[in-house]
């Protein structure tokens, strides 16, 4: 056999040093995929084998950031005390944003979706991460199985149960201020973000997703005013435009098929209900003051006046906004409640008992 020449010989062991690298890249990529991408599964539901639950998200503006704020009654800690042990609920509030700046924002919010397609990773065999791995097992004790079933699994291949969508008050602002986003783009915004879970094409489509949309609040238009004024700042809101705004929000959850809390009209209604109830309502509406308020006896008005003032100082509005625009405790109890009626009435697998 004649002897490899010093070239041949050189070819071969190029040949072997490269099939050599490329069988160890291949078993450092097959590893990877079964048992070294904690992090990506752990944000798909997938491969982390703790005691993780679904995830609530909610996303909005000013109204989201603060109600995790307990000392306000933020209605984000009340519902993660509703859903304790069945989801995770997640703030993702930021103050000042409006719909376009949530729009800029959402894919890094929103958790991505691991929907496996064919390539060429499925012969490395790379298991399948929409593979619900459950924390508990047949073998754990009766008391853990049975907070298994108590808790809500993940049935799909996003972790996200629920989002919740709360934009509209920083967007309400005049024409003409910088936050100002018109009604149609308003509207758009929100068509976008929904889309993100629900376009097939999307890398967070999540079609097991519960949506709820909520408005912004009433605004309380002379609280506002007395508190940008103490601020040396010049009004930028009216509640009839934040009325636009809201609407605007039902309008687009009926569109989509999906379900609203309309807080604006809430509030409005609680507000009328309690300041018909005030001294100088009652007395107009029984005759007291005569036919014409305007001509009663002067004493009697002051007296009734002094009464209304000292029961609704801002036309009832101070009853669940603490500067005219944000919610203070009572507020944010009043939107929890709707929130989680909404809830366990729209879709009676998230009642969480």
Not at 5 to 16: M, N, P, V
Not at 32 to 45: K, L, P, Y
Not at 216 to 225: F, K, N, Q
Request: net charge positive; charged share 20%; proline share 6%.
């Amino acid at each position: 056999m004649r002897p490899l020449s010093s070239r041949t010989f050189l070819r071969y062991l190029s040949f072997l040093c490269i099939a050599a690298l490329f069988f160890l890249n291949l078993s450092y990529l097959r590893n990877q995929s079964n048992s070294g991408g904690t992090h990506q599964d752990q944000t798909a539901g997938g491969g982390f084998n703790g005691a993780t639950y679904d995830i609530a998200l909610a996303f909005g503006d000013d109204l989201t950031q603060s109600a995790t704020d307990p000392s306000n009654s933020g209605w984000l800690a009340h519902l993660s005390h509703f859903y304790d042990r069945r989801m995770d609920i997640l703030n993702r509030g930021f103050a000042q944003y409006t719909s376009s700046d949530a729009r800029k924002v959402a894919r890094l919010i929103l958790p991505k979706t691991n929907i496996v397609r064919s390539s060429w990773l499925d012969w490395l065999g790379r298991s399948d991460p929409r593979r619900h791995s459950s924390p508990l097992t047949v073998e754990e004790p009766r008391r853990w199985t049975d907070t298994r079933e108590r808790t809500m699994p993940s049935s799909s291949s996003s972790p996200l149960r629920l989002l919740i969508l709360g934009f509209g008050a920083n967007d309400a602002v005049l024409e003409g201020s910088p936050q100002h986003v018109p009604l149609a783009l308003f509207a758009e915004n929100l068509r976008y973000i929904v889309s993100l879970l629900r376009s097939p094409e999307s890398d967070h489509y999540s079609p097991h997703t519960r949506i709820l949309f909520v408005t912004p609040p009433a605004l309380g238009d002379r609280m506002y005013i007395e508190s940008m004024r103490k601020r040396g700042l010049a009004s930028t809101h009216k509640n009839e435009i934040t009325r636009m705004y809201a609407e605007t929000v039902c309008r687009v959850a009926q569109e989509l098929n999906l379900p609203c809390v309309d807080l604006w009209t809430a509030m409005e209604a609680m507000v009328k209900k309690a300041t018909d109830r005030a001294p100088l309502a009652v007395a107009a509406r029984e005759g007291m003051m005569g036919s014409d308020p305007a001509q009663a006896s002067g004493k009697l008005r002051n007296i009734f006046a002094t009464q209304l003032s000292a029961v609704s100082p801002f036309d009832g509005y101070e009853m669940y906004l603490s500067d005219g625009l944000h919610l203070n405790a009572n507020g944010n109890e009043l939107l929890y409640k709707l929130i989680a009626s909404k809830l366990v009435t729209t879709w009676p697998e998230l009642r969480p008992f």
